[in-house]
């Protein structure tokens, strides 16, 4: 028989939102749970270090999410990783999740389900993943000791994950589609200490080329029409992200691409849903703004709960 839970707050996502919202609402004293589809941390699992988040220099990000998920502990919240979700209805009341494992009655639920690279959406990318074509340089980077690598795109997650690389690669192509880059200033400038790092502007990816494994890439240079071939045996694109809302989308308000929309509470289009970190509409996408979302949204889901409480009586 599967198994019943009834919950004040459910958080979907176990990453840096995630799991500080999970802290903060348990910490307002109402039964909390996290549900993940994978192992909690989240995105900031699978890079190396980070540089900038406060009071903490140089930390791994496995490191700091697993302190993360501790701090979680200390307060009573439930943790549920590697569930298989069947279903979420965000709309009835309780809200319910359903995995293969159990029913989650949900009083609140708060949405840190964080996002995920873009593809090219160009031939070859689908068919050579894992072959070649690779979205997390830390996980892949060792496979491309001494080889040639292309890094696509132009902002911080492309910048610092070539410099990543090119420790690795014999030979680090960035090939960006404008005529500079959208890196912050200082990475831009350790960018230049690498000799092996050399950038193609205003050229996108057309397609990925290969046997077994990828072998080049066709170029299109933006400004002249002309197409070239450029020999390298791993693509690893990072051209921006995609919300993760697969089981939700549609049952609260979103923009074009789906992140969602909150107002300054974090709460969404739905009574008693809320959103939180790189899954909503944000100007920054970063763990201190993700851990900063999951405590606003927590608080102000403890409010709506003594609101609703206050109704009743
Ligand atoms: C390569 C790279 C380098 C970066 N470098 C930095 C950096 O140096 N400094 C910095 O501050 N930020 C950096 N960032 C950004 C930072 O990682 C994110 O902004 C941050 O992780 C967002 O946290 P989040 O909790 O919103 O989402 P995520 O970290 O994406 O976590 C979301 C979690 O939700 C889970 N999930 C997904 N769908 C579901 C579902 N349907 N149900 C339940 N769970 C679900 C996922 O498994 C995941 O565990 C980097 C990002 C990348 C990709």
């Known amino acids: ?12 996502g176990g990453g840096p939102a995630g799991l500080s919202s999970a802290m903060y609402a348990a910490r307002g004293n109402v039964s909390t749970a996290v549900i993940d589809i994978n192992p909690f941390g989240g995105q900031p699992s699978n890079y190396m270090v980070l540089e900038n988040y ?24 439930k943790k549920f990783p590697m569930q298989e979700i069947l279903s979420i209805d965000l709309i009835s009341d309780p809200k319910v999740i359903l995995t293969t494992e159990a029913r989650f009655n949900a009083k609140t ?7 995920q690279a873009k593809k090219l959406g160009v031939k070859g990318e689908e068919e050579f993943t894992g072959r070649g074509v690779s979205y997390c ?3 892949d980077g060792a496979f491309y000791k ?16 070539a410099m990543y690389l090119a420790r690795f690669a014999s030979k680090l192509y960035i090939v960006h589609r404008r005529n500079e880059l959208r890196a912050d200033k200082i990475l831009q ?39 070239s071939e450029l020999q390298t045996d791993g693509v690893f694109p990072y ?32 009574d008693g849903v809320y959103a939180a970190g790189d899954v ?21 889901a403890v409010k709506y709960l003594e609101s609703v409480k206050e109704k009743v009586l």
């Open 54 to 77: 406060p009071g903490s220099i140089n930390s791994g990000g496995f490191e700091l999410m697993e302190t993360f998920e501790q701090q979680a502990d200390l307060f009573g919240v």
């Open 146 to 161: 001494d080889k040639i690598v292309t890094v696509v795109g132009g902002g911080n997650s492309a910048i610092e994950e």
């Open 109 to 115: 639920v708060i949405l840190a389900t964080g996002a």
């Open 137 to 139: 340089a830390v996980c």
């Open 280 to 300: 909503r509409v944000t100007p920054l996408r970063q763990v201190i703004t993700a851990a900063s979302d999951g405590a606003i949204s927590a608080v102000y």
């Open 239 to 270: 051209i921006g992200l995609i919300p993760n809302v697969e089981g939700f989308s549609g049952q609260i308000k979103q923009d074009a691409m789906g992140f969602i929309y909150t107002d300054e509470t974090l709460k969404t289009s739905v």
């Open 189 to 227: 400038d350790r960018l230049k200490t690498f000799s092996n790092i050399e950038i193609i502007y205003n050229s996108v990816v057309k397609e990925i080329i290969g046997e077994t494994n990828v072998t080049k890439v066709l170029l299109l240079n933006t400004i002249t029409n002309e197409t």
């Open 1 to 12: 028989m599967t198994q019943v839970y009834n919950f004040d707050v459910v958080i979907l």
